[in-house]
């Protein structure tokens, strides 16, 4: 019997190859939650909050006048605030669930569905980090957005006509904005061809398009952007705008609150990979040198044109680079990071000493001329720093699990301006029709003497500072 024991066990070992070649195999280990990542999406959260509370409040506070102080801090702290409680209700399902090309569904409202165990992709075949995690980091997106505008007709507006706006434009700019960009079937979904066409099909119309968007260049910037230069244009000039000095009241505080920014864009842009490795690395170092590229750039073009070069100037530079390189950080390489730095420094100091007064319109904190203009540069930049040529990653395929042989730098360049387009018109027209029913509705503006006397004591009864 001892000579036959070998001959069985390999008819037994026969037997089960069979079967697993006739599917019987055990399924495949399901994806497992790394907690490197969960920690880095949650710290990169984190991250997020302080560019807005405090650091885009400051930013933007310190450009006003002193008797307007207050209200800034008010309306980015209660705008972020509003627009969080939106998210979990119904932006998050809207944005990030399977509908239409420009809508998700409303499966997810009210976070329906959501456990401790529910899980969302990531950009790798088999990593996924918590649903919770992921609701989280998107809702810090959604916050800020909406926040960026007010700096386009701060000093002038209604605290109420803000939050009624916001209101309208989070719904219908921003959440199917998002949807467009952002919402995809996940890696796992791309087996095949067959299979990455199935669920192509089921992605946001500009996912579908090929637009390129890491972090929010079409999302954030130009959706914001865009959205205020049509406020400012509607709401009209600052009463003494170009008689009256309108200088900031404390550019040091504009500093603080543009250090708290680059810092914490870290999360922004880092956090945007979702995971922590080494493409994650390349971010970070895109990030910080696009960063400083555009600091200096801004400085240059300031030194040159005015003989001075400011620390406004310097701040200002600094969020540029930060604007420009956050659609493209995860497809550009170092040199190609500084190169979008230093374009965007330059082009943005014309937009706001040249392009505005040759425009006409009162941007008072400059919220199109940074984040419209550089969103856009960013945008369409992408499609040149993402050339394997010029140093860039190329464009990752899924079915085969790398990077495609050939990269189409013209093609790519289509697909990006397809972003830009979408944006700029969809943010537009939403602009107008939201500026208008909230001018029938409350109105816009505030009266000449709440102007005068500010803010912060006409409209909230109390004063940043006391004599």
Known sequence: ???????????????????AHLGFADPAPAPTVNKGDTAWVMVSTVLVI???????????GGMVRAKNMLSILMQVFV???MTALLWAIYGYSIAFTEGNAFFGGLSKMFLAGVTPDSVAATFSKGVVIPEYAYIAFQLTFAGITPALIIGAFAERVKFSAILLYILLWFTFAYLPMAH?????????????AAAAETAGATAGFLFQKGALDFAGGTVVHINAGIAGLVGCIMVGKRIGYKKESLAPHSVTLTMVGASLLWVGWFGFNVGSNLEANGLAAMVFVNTLLATAAATLSWVAAEWLMRGKPSM?????????????????????????????????????????SSLKSMLGYDDSLDAFGVHGVGGIIGALGTAVVASPALGGTGIWDYVTNAVAPEYDMVG?????????GVAVV???????????????????????????????VSEHGESAYHD
């Open 1 to 19: 019997m001892k000579q036959h024991k070998p001959l069985i066990a390999t008819l037994l070992a026969l037997i089960l190859l069979s079967f």
């Open 50 to 60: 302080l560019m807005i509370i405090p650091g885009l409040a400051l930013f933007y």
């Open 79 to 81: 705008i972020f605030s």
């Open 180 to 192: 467009m960009v952002w919402y995809w079937a996940g890696p796992d979904a791309y087996t095949d």
């Open 312 to 352: 406004l100037g310097g701040a200002s530079g600094a969020i540029a680079g930060l604007v420009a390189i956050t659609p493209a950080c995860g497809w550009a390489g170092p040199m190609g990071s500084i190169f979008l730095g230093l374009l965007v420094g330059a082009v943005c100091f014309w937009s706001v």
């Open 412 to 420: 790519q360049l289509i697909n990006q301006a397809w972003g830009v």
């Open 426 to 456: 969809w943010s537009g027209g939403v602009s107008i029709i939201a500026y208008k029913l909230v001018d029938m509705v409350i109105g816009l503006r505030v009266s000449e003497e709440v102007e005068r006397i500010g803010l912060d």
